[in-house]
């Protein structure tokens, strides 16, 4: 392992245990930002991106009031080359933590999210009812520019007050699924971001396509 590698890492690693959560920025380099924001648009002009909504299998609900992005779930055995390698990084990342701070991750998941100008995700924690599985939220952001006039913050709730991360390209936050409330400020233009979650058994992949 380089010694670059071991940085970020142990970043991730040590910003999660004391505070719950990490960002690292460069996670992706802008080439490869680039690359998948390819990818986004083969979707698009496939029509893959659907509603998002809240709960899963019997409480699954579209609400337009708690949130407004459109998602598309990645399939790693048949994702796109850009994609692979940024699942590469999530899963190094996977056996790091699991390495250094025991967690017990299994899997993950992850999807292609959008959020249209106007669009938002109100205040939530990252667990389905009666259910603990997520351990770790990741995002990594896709906007190739973009300023605070823009909208779109991830706003983390912490015990010493709201923290906002500015969703630029390249950047990847992560936090505790089951301790911290968030939620996705008023976005002012289209916001394009990796989104997942490191769970602590085997995901349903299929259930999940089929519920996108």
């Known amino acids: 392992m380089q010694v670059a590698t071991v940085n970020w890492l142990e970043h991730i690693a040590n910003d999660l245990a004391e505070q719950g959560f990490a960002i690292e920025d460069n996670f992706l380099s802008p080439g490869e930002v680039d690359e998948i924001l390819h990818v986004f648009d083969i979707h698009r002009e496939n029509d893959r991106f659907k509603k998002a909504g809240i709960g899963k299998s019997d409480d699954f609900l579209v609400d337009k009031s708690i949130r407004g992005d459109y998602i598309t779930w990645v399939d790693p055995k048949n994702a796109y080359p850009p994609v692979q ?36 995700y109100a205040r939530h924690l990252d667990q389905f009812k009666n259910t603990g599985n997520r351990k770790i939220s990741f995002i990594c952001y896709l906007n190739q520019v973009w300023d605070h006039d823009n909208g779109g913050h991830l706003r983390l709730y912490l015990e010493d007050g709201p923290t906002d991360i500015l969703p630029i390209a390249g950047r990847l936050a992560c936090f505790v699924s089951s301790e911290i409330e968030h939620e996705v400020m008023v976005c002012n233009k289209s916001r394009y971001s990796l989104t997942g979650w490191m769970l602590n058994q085997k995901k349903e992949l299929d259930f999940l396509i089929n519920h996108a």
């Not at 999530?90 to 701070?101: F, H, I, P, R, S």
């Not at 991750?105 to 249209?116: A, G, K, L």
């Open 85 to 120: 390698r940024f699942l590469q990084k999530v899963e190094e990342l996977k056996e790091y933590l699991n390495q250094t701070c025991f967690l017990g991750i299994q899997d993950y998941e992850t999807h292609f999210t959008i959020y249209p100008e106007g669009s938002f």
